[in-house]
């Protein structure tokens, strides 16, 4: 069973670019969701997608978007960035079809902006 | 408003100890309360989690309590580990059927637990 893989794993980007991340669901799993965490902080919830549409979002602004693909795979792109954003952002999966609830993440990309 | 309040930010333990993580929570919708580790440079792994129609569930060395009047639960660690040294996480998400698991964070609880 392939875990939850992410890319990049490190990446540094200056004030008012844009970034994009990368997420690979684990096998069998058909939800992902994003998640924001801060040093020392806990994960924040951003969005879940399920069958390719955004199902439910955090407190993120409109520059953080996402896309789900027919294979499960996620992208995260958040545009204008700001010193703020840099953090580990980790993607989790799921299965809608599981009562558990449980949420597999992947390691993370960690977003410097400078 | 941070809906889910963990305790304390930080523990030290010795080995064979008991460490304890509290939580305390207030949206009454939450129905699912899970824990998870993170190990430097890792995402989070759940540990083990609880739904409010029990008080304890105990996996291994692990066990959570939950007190669904008080809106707290807590994370138990028996016989503490130098591997058990991590950051620990209590969450809360309101399943409300379906794929929608947000979960809701405390803001972390770093173990060391000395040899």
């Known amino acids: 069973e392939t875990g939850v893989t992410q890319s990049p794993t490190h990446l540094i980007k200056t004030r008012g670019q844009q970034v994009t991340l990368r997420c690979s669901s684990q096998?069998?799993?058909?939800?992902v969701s994003w998640y924001q965490q801060a040093l020392g902080q806990g994960p924040q919830f951003i969005f879940q997608?399920?069958?390719?549409?955004?199902?439910g979002r955090g407190n993120f602004p409109p520059r953080f978007s996402g896309l789900q693909f027919p294979n499960y795979s996620s992208e995260l792109n958040v545009n204008a960035l700001e010193l703020d954003d840099s953090a580990l952002y980790l993607c989790?999966?799921?299965?809608?079809?599981?009562?558990?609830?449980?949420?597999?993440f992947g390691e993370g990309s960690r977003l410097t902006v400078l | 408003q941070q809906q889910v309040k963990q305790s304390p930010q930080s523990l030290i333990v010795q080995k064979g100890g008991i460490s304890i993580i509290n939580c305390a929570y207030e949206?009454?919708?939450?129905?699912?309360f899970p824990w998870y580790q993170q190990f430097p440079g890792k995402g989070p792994a759940l540990l083990i989690a609880?739904?409010?129609?029990?008080s304890e569930k105990k996996e291994g060395r692990f066990t959570i309590s939950f007190n669904k009047s008080a809106k707290q639960f807590s994370l138990h660690i028996m016989d503490s580990q130098p591997g058990d040294s991590a950051t620990y996480f209590c969450?809360?998400?309101?399943?409300?059927?379906?794929?929608?698991?947000?979960?809701?964070f405390g803001k972390g609880t770093l173990l060391t637990v000395n040899p």
């Open positions: 096998s069998g799993h058909n939800t």
């Open positions: 949206n009454t919708a939450f129905d699912y």
């Open positions: 989790a999966s799921s299965s809608s079809g599981r009562a558990t609830g449980e949420l597999f």
């Open positions: 997608y399920y069958r390719e549409e955004e199902n």
């Open positions: 609880i739904r409010p129609d029990v």
């Open positions: 969450a809360a998400s309101n399943s409300g059927g379906g794929s929608n698991y947000k979960l809701t």
